[in-house]
């Protein structure tokens, strides 16, 4: 079973690489725009991030600090979703996309990253 969430830790990494990639390509390539490549990040990650929040047959009972940090986790992923997907809403109608959408998306994903590392 250990084996089984390790997998899932993995994944979990590997969208936030996608969604954090996807954007440090954009705003250092200097086009600053959201691409679906961020979309793609935010759902694996939030997938990922769903299961890792299942008990997987721990031995000890998570206090309410650990379900305070899930909650935190969930909001700010869903904030950046809704930058990204604001974004991309905008792009589709020829507008320009907020510097603090951008910047926001970016931001929050290494808060987010932080959260997960630091908060215990």
Same mark, same amino acid.
């Given at each position: 079973?250990?084996?089984?969430?390790?997998?899932?830790?993995?994944?979990?990494?590997?969208?936030?690489?996608? #969604?954090?990639?996807?954007?440090?390509?954009? +705003? %250092?390539? =200097?086009?600053?725009?959201?691409?679906?490549?961020? &979309?793609?990040? @935010?759902?694996?990650?939030?997938?990922?991030?769903?299961?890792?929040?299942?008990?997987?047959?721990?031995?000890?009972?998570?206090?309410?600090?650990?379900?305070?940090?899930?909650?935190?986790? #969930?909001?700010?992923?869903?904030?950046?979703? +809704? %930058?990204? =997907?604001?974004?991309?809403?905008?792009?589709?109608? &020829?507008?320009? @996309?907020?510097?603090?959408?951008?910047?926001?998306?970016?931001?929050?994903?290494?808060?987010?990253?932080?959260?997960?590392?630091?908060?215990?």
């Amino acid at each position: 079973m250990e084996t089984l969430r390790q997998i899932v830790v993995f994944v979990h990494i590997i969208g936030f690489a996608v #969604l954090f990639g996807a954007w440090a390509a954009q +705003a %250092f390539g =200097g086009k600053k725009q959201f691409t679906a490549l961020m &979309n793609y990040g @935010v759902a694996i990650a939030a997938i990922a991030g769903l299961a890792l929040a299942a008990p997987w047959g721990i031995s000890w009972t998570p206090g309410a600090s650990f379900y305070i940090k899930i909650t935190v986790k #969930l909001v700010v992923l869903l904030i950046i979703g +809704a %930058f990204i =997907g604001i974004g991309i809403a905008r792009q589709k109608r &020829n507008e320009t @996309v907020p510097s603090v959408l951008f910047w926001g998306v970016g931001v929050l994903t290494l808060v987010n990253a932080g959260i997960g590392l630091l908060w215990h």
